[in-house]
């Protein structure tokens, strides 16, 4: 084996940090100077995404238009606009790991392959704890740039490469599985063509319980904070069921086509997207219809909640409203995508992330909506969104991969390839276990 080279032993000299043998300390830079220089960069960076956001709406513009000229024009502007990006980030990350005076760390030093060895091999809380401590803004854009994920594994928490982490089939289904929820006790939950719901358990993936009442494909599930289990289904209803015992409570009727969404708010209402272009909500306590949420003018394909409450829905009209949880107000309307916008997902950040069938990514704001980045990256339209314990975001797409991406720049990051003709559905379990359904007669757990 190669020894690896060694750096000159470093001692601190007068407040600045000098290499042994290298003559008079090598003037750095004060960490109070690196951190306005990091200010004034991100800065920049800001600005540039601001700008390539307007350049977004005017093109969509353009093409609406169909002024071919107008597109072209613009698109050479974005492609210019993006290359500033480019270079500032790499200015900023030179910035980041420029050496500062005043003695640091011995860690600092190391390459960042030996960190990422050293990632792997830590726990989960000292990592982040350590990180926080001392080296924060290099550990953690370190951690954002490598295909590092973390999940719980012999009852810790560990990083592991996520190219290391091979998937385990759950089998049982007889159709496409659609769908897929998480309980607060671990349990698994997925939906399919074969009108069942299946329980797993976390722990061990074994089966535990088929869930049998629909008599169409089931296209979405969600779970709530009671535990309840909410089903929605090709056959026009929502349905509730026990999360301790499975049995049925009730059924939900109102939507008159197909349910493809659900979700549970924090104030325990229900949500149900249909194709008949509506959002309805409802009691959780007794199912009771309170309320219609009209806006859309096509299906209803997706819906999303923030953690200020705030409800997302994503349609097939391009278009994702948000309405305020409270009293189901319309807020706003984001407006970017030029094609079916057909899955949602909520950062921890509170960033929105929305996927659309023309596979294109896009992430806003959550406070006023403003569009912040286009991510064009996937080859097929993307399905599923998923956002990791380490804020990564995981899309599925209908080339049967899984692509993981930064949170923080939206670069890609790496991909899982799985055996599914097409990943229809991702969510991820407390423990850090991806979970993705598509086009086979199982589901995978990574």
């Known amino acids: 084996m190669m020894p690896l080279p060694r750096r000159p032993v470093q001692r601190v000299v007068g407040g600045w940090t000098e290499a042994e043998g290298s003559g008079a300390a090598a003037a750095a830079p004060t960490r109070e100077n690196n951190a306005k220089r990091v200010k004034r ?15 977004d709406v005017v093109l969509c513009e353009k093409h609406a238009a169909k002024n071919k000229s107008a597109v072209k024009r613009i698109k050479v502007k974005r492609k210019a606009v993006r290359a500033h990006i480019k270079a500032a980030e790499s200015k900023l990350d030179a910035v980041v790991n420029a050496p500062v005076s005043g003695g640091r760390d011995p860690t600092e030093w190391l390459p960042d392959e030996l960190l990422l060895m050293i990632f792997e091999r830590l726990p ?7 990180a926080c401590e001392r080296v924060c803004l290099r550990w953690a854009r370190l951690m954002e740039s490598a295909s590092i994920v973390h999940r719980k594994r012999d009852g810790r928490w560990a990083a592991y490469e996520v190219s290391a982490i091979y ?43 088929t869930l049998k009442g629909h008599t169409s494909v089931v296209r979405a599930l969600a779970v709530g904070l009671d535990g309840s289990i909410y089903s929605g289904s090709g056959d026009c209803t929502v349905r509730v069921w026990s ?20 979700a549970v708010g924090l104030d325990g209402k229900v949500y149900s997207g249909s194709d ?60 970017g995508h030029t094609d079916w916008v057909i899955s949602l997902a909520v950062g921890l950040d509170g960033r929105v992330y929305s996927g659309s069938w023309n596979n294109v990514m896009r992430v806003w704001y959550p406070d006023d909506g403003t569009h912040l980045q286009t991510i064009d990256g996937n080859t097929s339209g993307v399905i599923a969104l998923a956002v990791g314990p380490d804020g990564k975001v995981f899309s599925g797409s209908y080339d049967g991969t899984v692509r993981v991406w930064s949170g923080e720049n939206g670069a890609h990051l790496h991909t899982l390839k799985t055996d599914a003709r097409e990943v229809l559905a991702l969510v991820f379990a407390r423990d850090g276990t991806l979970y993705s359904g598509g086009a086979q007669l199982c589901f995978e757990m990574w």
């Not at 960069?41 to 600005?47: E, L």
Request: proline residues 1%; contains cysteine.
């Open 41 to 55: 960069i991100k800065g920049r960076i800001a600005k540039l995404c601001a700008q390539e956001a307007a350049l």
């Open 124 to 130: 989960f809380a000292s990592l982040w704890s350590s």
């Open 167 to 209: 998937p385990r089939k759950l089998k049982g289904h007889t159709g496409t599985v659609y769908a897929l929820a998480i309980g607060l006790d671990g349990r698994v939950y997925s939906g399919s063509y074969d009108k069942t719901i299946m329980v797993w358990s976390g722990e061990s993936g074994a089966h535990l319980q």
């Open 243 to 262: 999360g301790a015992s499975g049995a049925h409570v009730r059924t939900l009727v109102g939507h008159t086509d197909w349910v493809l969404a659900v």
């Open 276 to 335: 008949d272009h509506t959002v309805r909500v409802w009691a959780a306590e007794d199912g009771t219809h309170l309320q219609s949420l009209l806006g859309h003018t096509n299906a209803v394909r997706a819906i999303a909640i923030s953690k200020d409450g705030a409800i997302y829905s994503a349609s097939n009209d391009h278009t994702i409203c948000v309405w305020s949880g409270e009293d189901g107000a319309p807020l706003r309307t984001l407006v």
